[in-house]
């Protein structure tokens, strides 16, 4: 893999259809996404993508590709590439979901109205 991945921001370095490219679980990502799908809800779009839909995954790999050509590697893909493409984004998406404990300060943080 010749791109570089800022794990710190959830990237994932993954290779489908022998194209090199880097997956992030961006909000313009995940949105486009979700309408690509037709999800409504998050926990719908995760389930798709969790469970190897495989429009769902072809989708991911173009629309969640922050670095290399995702839309090339989409048309690209192989039923080979399935494991190591839903490995990638659900760990590009637990990045996010890992570690609550940023979140939960924030909440306690007590605001204060001028």
């Not at 469970?51 to 991911?60: D, H, R, S, V």
């Not at 048309?75 to 590439?81: C, G, Y």
């Not at 490995?87 to 609550?100: E, R, S, T, V, W």
């Amino acid at each position: 893999m010749t791109l570089e991945v800022n794990g710190a921001r959830g990237e994932v370095a993954l290779t489908v259809g022998g194209v090199d490219l880097v997956i992030a679980a961006t909000m313009k990502g995940l949105a486009a996404l979700s309408t690509a799908l037709g999800c409504k809800t998050f926990n719908d779009l995760f389930e798709r993508l969790s469970l190897g839909e495989i429009n769902a995954a072809m989708n991911a790999v173009r629309l969640l590709a922050v670095k290399g050509d995702g839309a090339k590697a989409a048309d690209a893909m192989e039923l080979s590439d399935m494991p190591g493409a839903l490995a990638a984004f659900n760990k590009a998406i637990g990045h996010h979901l890992g570690d609550k404990s940023k979140n939960d300060e924030a909440a306690k943080d007590e605001t204060v109205d001028a």
